[in-house]
């Protein structure tokens, strides 16, 4: 089915129906490779320990979701640009069916010739930035993507320990007219280091950011504000899934979930009937606690005001290709 076509269904049934359980985004682990060791990343996704499926498999996982709900695929690892076939899985995934987004943290984004490629497979490329990727400087060179075509959305994790540094981030995205997400580092139980920054003061400045430099933070206001405790959704829903480089689908997320099905083998919607989903869609419900911090950005979209202004700015840069 057409994405636009999909993402209007996917409205449809979420806010008119309220279905809290359709999945809209998907995380495509395609490798769980990774030049890097970031300290806040669990090892399963860079060690190598989660494997990585063939070409003609990978394929096959894409087209088990192609009928399904999932309006935007992004590929992710691991880093997905270490996969010599990742401009082939690309265009194979970029055939109107999703918006497709690539997220890497800038392993090969220096060879020109891959660059050139990238502009015709993607809609959106997710370039991580930050100091624990170890390229902060690639803010300084940011805009020469535009002589690509690319749309580059930068995503930066933010730690108690660099929250004094996001204004001079965001300001440099904002003159390239991109957009950046920032994303809090989570204390994994098994984190030896404590990195989340304190959600009061992150509020803060997230506000205080979003107040001046707009809709380039894609960060929308229901995030901001959860942050505070204040409510974002009457029950925590879960419009994304992440999907394992040999296809599992441990649900309704990689750190709470299960493995309920394996899409090189089974049809994405044929995985989300099966009664362990539906099991687990109930004790989801009955432990929002638990669940809330993973699903906060997703479950933001059940305010109606912060869904339609977050699809007005990303329709505005699908169309214009502007931030
Ligand atoms: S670049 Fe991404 S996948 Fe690689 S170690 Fe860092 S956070 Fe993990």
Not at 84 to 98: N, T, V
Not at 230 to 235: D, H, M, P, R, S
Not at 306 to 315: Q, T, V
Request: with cysteine.
């Amino acid at each position: 089915m057409n994405r636009d076509l999909k993402a209007l269904k996917w409205f449809f049934d979420t806010q008119i129906l309220k279905d809290p359980f359709k999945p809209g985004y998907a995380t495509f682990k395609v490798t769980s490779r990774c030049n890097l060791h970031c300290t806040f990343c669990l090892p399963a996704y860079y060690s190598g320990e989660l494997g990585e499926a063939p070409t003609e498999i990978v394929k096959k996982i894409i087209d088990n979701m192609r009928d399904s709900s999932i309006v935007v695929l992004s590929f992710e690892g691991g880093e997905p640009t270490i996969r010599p076939d990742i401009l082939e899985l690309l265009e194979y995934a970029h055939d109107g069916s999703f918006y497709v987004m690539l997220t890497t943290n800038g392993y090969r984004l220096s060879d020109e010739g891959f660059l050139a490629k990238l502009a015709d497979r993607i809609d959106f490329l997710h370039y991580s930035i930050d100091e624990y990727h170890w390229n902060v400087k690639a803010y300084d060179t940011l805009c020469k993507f535009r002589e690509y075509g690319l749309k580059v959305n930068v995503q930066t994790v933010v730690t108690r320990y660099n929250l004094s540094k996001l204004e001079e981030k965001v300001k440099k995205v904002h003159e390239c007219r991109y957009k950046i997400v920032i994303l809090p580092a989570i204390d994994y139980p098994t984190s030896k280091v404590k990195l989340a920054p304190d959600p009061e003061e992150l509020y803060k400045v997230l506000s205080d950011l979003k107040k001046k430099y707009g809709s380039t933070l894609n960060n929308s206001w229901g995030f901001i504000k959860a942050l505070r405790g204040e409510k974002v959704a009457e029950k925590v829903t879960s419009y994304a899934i992440t999907v394992y480089p040999n296809g599992d689908l441990p649900y309704p997320d990689d750190i709470n979930g299960k493995i309920v099905g394996n899409l090189s083998k089974e049809k994405l919607n044929d995985i989300m009937k099966k009664p362990v989903v539906k099991d687990l869609q109930r004790y989801m419900l009955s432990n929002q606690a638990k669940f809330e911090y993973l699903h906060l950005q997703t479950s933001t979209f059940n305010s109606l005001t912060d869904l339609l202004s977050y699809a007005a700015e990303m329709a505005k840069w699908r169309f214009l290709g502007r931030g």
